[in-house]
């Protein structure tokens, strides 16, 4: 059994909002089926950081939700900042039972263990939040990943976080996120949000204060999840 890790799938199977038009995402959504049914076994896990569904509510997004169901594997689910269709943890468990998406769990201040890791993280926020409301939010994304790695050392394990927005972007950062990950003395973040090979040259990838950050966006890694260190 192995652990993998993926973000911004854009899902919408729906036909409302293709990804296609944009470039380097021509035929993603079969790319990203024939590279994770090669690459990921049915007693394998997944965690999908953020932007997984265009959908606006949860009931629309049932086509995408039924395409994750039917690759191999387990599915961690995070939010991103385009997962619109994001309700509270208990609606969404709710609808994936009601569903029969046995095979798909979200993480929302909680953690999991797998393979002797704790998955463990939340969103996030702007790198570069200046105003009041940012702020609020950026305090709120921090407390619940406290919460996160708090469950995450009652599962025991090393804890392992997974973000949407990258903590380091540019020349900027989120302090608050990343105080915390120092801390905490994580050595893994992956994150994703970034698109484009411009936009990913200047995302921190690498070594942070001990933290090595990783880039997982569905088109930086050519819509194929990679394995977690």
């Keep these: 059994m192995s652990l993998y890790a993926i973000a911004d799938l854009h899902l919408s199977l729906n036909g409302e909002k293709p990804m296609d038009v944009f470039r380097g995402w021509q035929n993603y959504v079969q790319r990203l089926e024939d590279n994770w049914t090669r690459v990921v076994g049915e007693q394998d896990t997944v965690l999908i950081a953020g932007d997984i569904s265009w959908a606006m509510k949860l009931e629309d997004a049932v086509l995408d939700f039924q395409f994750l169901h039917r690759l191999p594997g387990n599915k961690i689910l995070l939010k991103g900042n385009h997962d619109y269709w994001w309700s509270t943890r208990n609606k969404i468990d709710h609808f994936l039972e009601e569903q029969g998406f046995s095979d798909m769990r979200v993480l929302h201040n909680c953690a999991y263990l797998v393979e002797g890791k704790a998955l463990c993280g939340t969103r996030g926020w702007l790198y570069n939040s200046e105003t009041a409301e940012d702020k609020k939010i950026v305090a709120r994304e921090a407390g619940r990943l406290r ?49 484009g090979q411009y936009a990913a040259q200047k995302a921190l990838v690498g070594e942070y204060e001990g933290v090595k950050m990783h880039l997982i966006s569905a088109d930086h890694l050519q819509f194929c999840p990679i394995r977690v260190e």
């Design 147 to 195: 919460m996160s790695l708090e469950d995450a050392k009652k599962c025991g394990g090393e804890p392992v976080v997974f973000l949407h927005y990258p903590p380091v972007y540019d020349d900027m950062a989120c302090t608050e996120i990343l105080e915390i990950l120092v801390k905490e003395g994580i050595r893994h973040c992956y994150f994703g949000h970034i698109h």
